[in-house]
């Protein structure tokens, strides 16, 4: 799993659908050696998840890395929701102004209202519901692998691959070609 399962990931994200530009961006916490590490998730308007990633601090260093990771591979958003993190916050208004300045020209707007991630928040409780039984993991790039293929079986789920009419299987089957 831990071999594969990046691998298939990639694959995935690069045979999703196109998404919404209205994003929504929360993290939870995953426990890796005893310790809480922070898993950050965005997904588009319509709860299709769009990227993850896994990191041992909740800081703007973090939430810088997972927003340019997120845009390389999705695009630039016209809206992004999100918590009260300050560091969040502090973030995407440094990568708006960035934008505004050398690429697309225009500032992405920034919500901070806590009830509009409600969909992410239940989105996360698949991932809960998998991870805790597991009682947390012994390295974070194991974690890493583990959490990509239980996002790439989500989005298998939520149907959000180009090849509708298949069977999950055979959508699984795809990825892993």
């Known amino acids: 799993m831990v071999k594969f399962s990046p691998l298939i990931a990639a694959n995935a994200q690069a045979r999703k659908r196109a998404t919404a530009n209205f994003w929504r961006m929360d993290e939870t916490y995953i426990k890796v050696r ?16 769009l990227d993850f ?7 703007l260093a973090a939430a810088r890395r997972f927003f340019t990771q997120a845009i390389a591979a999705n695009g630039v ?5 999100i918590d009260k993190s300050g560091a969040n916050l502090a973030d995407l208004m440094a990568v708006s102004m960035i934008l505004k300045f050398t ?15 409600n969909i992410l928040e239940q989105d996360h409780r698949f991932i809960k519901r998998i991870t805790t039984p597991m009682m947390g993991f012994k390295a974070i790039h194991s974690a890493a692998a583990t959490i990509a293929g239980i996002q790439v079986a989500h989005m298998i789920k939520k149907d959000q691959f180009a090849a509708s009419g298949t069977t999950p299987f055979q959508q699984f089957a795809a990825l892993a070609s």
Do not use: A
């Open 34 to 49: 005893g310790k809480w590490t922070y898993l950050y998730r965005v997904v588009d308007r319509d709860g299709q998840t």
């Open 53 to 59: 990633m896994l990191s041992k601090r909740r800081d």
């Open 77 to 81: 958003p016209d809206r992004v929701v």
């Open 103 to 117: 690429g697309t020209g225009h500032l992405v707007t920034i919500r901070q209202v806590m009830y509009l991630n």
